[in-house]
């Protein structure tokens, strides 16, 4: 958090409890997980289907997400393509 406040960075954490106070005080940027593959869908970086499958191994290694699916956040953040 440190490097990014005094270099003008972006912090990516889904921690958003342990970061925010500090993140909020000296106006860094955050990108969470889902920021982040929405961002590389709506580049065509990658598709709904290859982010379902990157979704479902976060999932199967119990990392914890917003929504149950790629296609699910896809749909609530209304990502259009």
Do not use: H
Not at 17 to 24: A, F, H, L, S, V
Not at 50 to 73: H, Q, V
């Amino acid at each position: 958090m440190a490097y990014c406040r005094y270099n003008n960075c972006i912090l990516g954490s889904n921690n958003f409890r342990d970061i925010q106070n500090y993140c909020k005080k000296y106006n860094i940027e955050i990108k969470t997980t889902v920021d982040i593959m929405l961002e590389a869908y709506a580049n065509s970086i990658i598709d709904k289907d290859e982010g379902d499958g990157i979704w479902e191994m976060m999932l199967s290694k119990k990392r914890e997400l917003p929504y149950k699916t790629f296609s699910e956040a896809l749909k609530k953040e209304e990502v259009g393509k």
